[in-house]
């Protein structure tokens, strides 16, 4: 039945030819108190539409039609095609009846909502998909946004209502069956409000449009004969978000305090922990996991036999990247003696049937039992998927043969292995599907067997989960979430680039928290960089280390983990599992949330923001402050440092990880911090050029070569460098280091990288100058492999490193096409006249950088970002070609040298850009 007209005379008229073309109906009326407003239920049933009209007479909501089916047979019915009988009015119950189906659908009118329940019984086919009421039309106006019940909560604005845009949402993986809807200045809820034994799948599909239209229906499964009941569904006028969400929750029956989720010696250790994830090569995990300084939740990623993705499900014996078995064992025993908790990953919902490249072959389970215990969809087919470059089927979870498999794993890392407890994938994130295999009793019931996993698992052991969603919070004691809040609306139409909002529109509501906090603790699962720390914090999140190596035995990477763990181990009781009380922007990228026992503001905007005690919280940092006066966060310092501090409660000493010096006021102390001292080598005019083998880079313009680049350099009187045994001792006696086009940097072996890499940081902070011609070539690294005349080779970032200058290891596409170059003020005095021309003339291809160019020093630039790029470092700097070096970049780099050495280009002073750990006075003011 289409939509009646928005002209209330014509709607009328609709609603008079449709009663006279149907049986007998009945009108009723009742009211609805919203934000002590009254507004009023209309109902013209079974010929029309349900109407919530505000004080003023104006429809807010129209429901219409009431009802919808859809058969795996494509068949579709509506009300329209149904005859209708009022069976009462008070309750509204209306029977609608064809030759296929019966359903019975109940209107309640409560204080404040209307729910809408409903049963089907199916007569002829099967039915999957069933929508009470049918839609939602979002009639008031304004409409200023809608919010999406995805992990966190996101908004859709209202040039999306607007426009003819759709957004499909599954639940899962949605993070909850709860919306809402800005309408008429009103928040407007849509939500199920009844729990149930076996949750069904729902959906919910938004039109954009006038006026906009919201259809939610669930996914089930009804065979002929069969009747099912169907969750009772609300819309809701008005009321406080946490309110309602609570409401929700508690009407559902979700969620279990961790307290009853864990024991009390488990929670009290779990919760000062950081998590830190190990990646392969993992021969050295040991090594890895001694060096980290505190205790901590040590995560292996690809611990499985066939390795990550591979081989599933058969995990055991572990991969051979642990040294097989023992080498696995090992790391256990090893995590234990220090503290930690070991903490593998597994994912019990997938069969690997073989992957890209050497090597590939099904899983011996896949091999032994075939396709017995795979997931089938309604046509009867298996349900392929793939992971990158691995491909396999999904399982159905209720399969005695799948059950027989988790537990034999699951079993064998608890009892045998000796791991703590399991990381779940899939579990939180995965589609709940209809499923055919015959070992479900309905084919509705693949999410309900899904939840029985963590269920049983976590009846032995605590289980962490990927995403996770509101069925989660039963069993789950920590929720990865992987998908951060974003700072502007989900506004993406298909084929269409993301709107561009105004700045008053960026919102995001994390209202997830309202129903997770208490009942499981966020995980971001790397808060390396400070805007993922801040969001952790923010959202009461777990403090995470990222992925750990070697590197974290000394140096920054050290001096990070030592913070970072400190911070989590302070936050403990203090914050962990706390509940959510309100969730407010300040400003568009300020937010603020206060917890039961503390309060974050944190500032994602790109300039300081000033609370009201004089303290300036750093862009894209924040500021957490405790019932107890424990206060923590990212500041800035009077000279502009950003500074990340803790300041325990009566402590007189504060623990900070900044760069340099710096003076920085939290509240009542002052934190000062000299800058580190480091001796000022002067090592001559002397330069090296990187000349190894030409296996370890893709061909280059032969202008970029050794040859050329050391006649550019002839000033420097250059040396060549053609091995790791080269650079460990002809380094110390040069001033300038040339790294040609995508040349990796050499060390003896890749377990030496770190070590090698330090020494190129004290390096460079002594005075050394390291040129980067082109792409970055400082972030790969190679060794030759011993009795191979070949080099292996890795990123920094798998390393553990974030680069020599401490930026985040990140390299943006490069454009696709060329870009003019111009010249700074600076540029224009540095360069010859022949150079300056030459780059000015040509067009480059420009890499955005990986860092901001915050105290860098720029000095010829495109659209696309800075060209020729000085990066002070210490005493010394690196200076970098930022994408592919034109003909005249050698030259040019050449001069920037020369200018850095005679003072013309101004380092300004040690700049020190690597932070480092230190406790400092905290003076009071």
């Known amino acids: 039945m289409a939509r009646p007209s928005a002209c209330p005379a014509m709607r009328m008229l609709g609603y008079v030819i449709a009663f006279c073309s149907w049986i007998m109906g009945a009108a009723s009326a009742s009211e609805i108190i919203g934000r002590g407003e009254t507004y009023s239920l209309r109902a013209d049933l079974p010929a029309g539409a349900l109407e919530i009209v505000d004080p003023g007479g104006q429809p807010l909501v129209t429901v219409s039609p009431l009802a919808g089916i859809a058969f795996t047979d494509g068949q579709r019915l509506n009300s329209s095609d149904m005859t209708a009988r009022v069976e009462t009015t008070d309750p509204l119950r209306v029977k609608l009846t064809h030759p296929r189906a019966e359903l019975t659908v109940t209107v309640v009118t409560e204080s404040d909502r209307v729910e809408f329940r409903g049963d089907i019984t199916c007569k002829n086919g099967v039915v999957m998909h069933v929508a009470i009421p049918h839609t939602f039309f ?47 200045g009103t928040l407007v809820y849509f939500y199920r409000c009844e729990g149930a034994e076996r949750p069904r799948a729902s959906a919910l599909v938004l039109r954009g449009g006038n006026p906009p239209a919201f259809r939610h229906y669930y996914r089930v499964y009804v065979r002929e004969g069969e009747r099912r009941s169907l969750p009772a569904f609300a819309c809701q006028i008005g009321g406080e978000l946490r309110e309602t969400l609570l409401r929700y929750k508690q009407e559902c029956g979700l969620g279990k305090p961790l307290e009853e989720k864990l024991s009390p010696e488990f929670l009290a250790k779990w919760r000062t922990m950081a998590e830190a994830v190990l990646l392969p090569p993992l021969i050295d995990a040991p090594r890895v996991v001694t060096a980290l300084p505190m205790p901590a939740i040590i995560g292996p990623h690809a611990w499985m036999f066939g390795g990550f993705d591979r081989k599933y499900p058969d995990f055991l014996p572990p991969n051979a990247a642990y040294s097989g078995e023992e080498g696995f064992r090992g790391l256990v025993r090893v995590a234990h003696e220090g503290g930690h908790f070991v903490r593998p990953y597994v994912n019990f919902t997938w069969w690997c049937t073989g992957w890209d490249g050497a090597g590939s072959q099904p899983a011996p389970s896949y091999v032994k039992y075939g396709d017995v215990a795979l997931s089938r969809n309604l046509r009867g087919e298996l349900v392929y998927e793939n992971y990158s470059a691995n491909y396999g089927y999904r399982v159905c979870p209720a399969h005695p043969t799948a059950i027989e498999r988790r537990l034999d794993v699951r079993d064998a890392l608890l009892d045998d292995y000796g791991v703590d407890f399991l990381y779940e994938d899939q579990l939180g994130a995965r589609r709940w599907p209809s499923d055919l295999n015959p070992a479900l009793e309905n084919p509705a019931d693949y999410g309900w067997a899904l939840m029985r996993i963590g269920r049983e698992d976590a009846a032995r052991r605590p289980v962490e989960t990927e995403c996770g969603h509101d069925q989660a919070l039963a069993f789950a004691c920590a929720l990865n979430y992987w998908m951060l809040p974003p700072l502007s609306p989900v506004n993406v139409l298909p084929g269409r680039a993301p709107a561009q909002l105004p700045e008053g529109h960026r919102r995001s509501f994390p209202y997830a928290l309202f129903l997770s906090s208490g009942d499981a603790v966020v995980n971001i699962p790397n808060c390396t960089r400070p805007d993922r720390l801040a969001w952790a914090m923010l959202l009461g999140g777990r403090v995470a280390l990222g992925h750990v190596r070697l590197s974290v035995a000394k140096g920054p990477d050290r001096d990070r983990a030592i913070f970072l763990q400190t911070l989590a181990r302070e936050l403990g009781t203090r914050a962990i599992g706390s509940r959510l009380m309100d969730f407010e922007y300040l400003a568009p990228r300020v937010a603020r949330s206060p917890f039961e026992r503390h309060h974050v503001t944190a500032n994602f905007g790109s300039e300081p923001w000033i609370l009201a005690d004089g303290t300036k919280i750093a862009p894209d940092g924040f500021d957490l402050q405790a019932s107890d006066g424990f206060r923590a966060g990212r500041y800035v310092g009077t000279g502009g440092e950003y500074v990340l501090a803790i300041l325990p409660p009566n402590d007189e000493a504060a623990l900070t990880l900044a760069a340099g010096g710096f003076d920085v006021t939290v509240g009542s102390c002052t934190l000062r911090a000299h800058a580190p001292p480091t001796q000022h080598t002067v090592t001559g005019r002397r330069a090296a050029i990187m000349d190894l083998s030409p296996g370890l880079a893709p061909p280059r313009d032969d202008s970029l070569g050794a040859n050329a680049l050391a006649e550019t350099f002839t000033a420097f009187a250059p040396i060549r460098m053609r091995s790791p045994a080269d650079i460990a001792r002809e380094l110390p006696a040069c001033r300038v280091l040339v790294n040609p086009h995508r040349q990796r940097l050499v060390a003896g072996s890749l377990a030496e990288w770190p070590e090698a890499l330090a020494r190129l940081r004290d390096w460079c902070e002594a005075g050394g100058i390291l040129v980067e011609l082109g792409g970055w070539p400082l972030w790969c690294a190679a060794a030759p492999e011993d009795g191979k005349d070949d080099w292996a080779r890795i990123r920094i970032r798998e390393s553990g490193f974030e680069g020599l200058c401490g930026e985040r290891c990140q390299v943006f596409a490069m454009s696709d096409g060329r870009s003019d170059l111009r010249l700074t003020d600076l540029g224009r005095a540095v360069f010859s006249a022949d150079t300056a021309q030459r780059l000015t003339r040509e067009g480059a291809f420009v890499t955005r950088p990986p860092l901001t160019l915050e105290n860098s020093i720029v000095l010829c630039e495109s659209d696309r970002g800075g060209y020729l790029v000085v990066h002070p470092t210490g005493y010394g700097a690196v200076v970098r070609v930022a994408g592919v070096p034109t003909d005249a970049a050698p030259t040019a780099v050449a001069e920037i040298v020369e200018a850095i050495l005679d003072g013309r280009v101004d380092l300004a002073g040690p700049a020190w850009r690597i932070p480092m750990c230190r406790r400092v006075e905290a003076a009071r003011n």
């Open 138 to 184: 979002l009639e008031g106006r304004p409409r200023t946004r809608f919010l999406l019940p995805r992990v966190l909560g996101c908004e859709l604005s209202e040039r999306f209502l607007s426009s003819d845009g759709r957004q499909a949402i599954d639940y899962p993986p949605a993070f909850c069956d709860f919306s809402a809807a800005a309408l008429a």
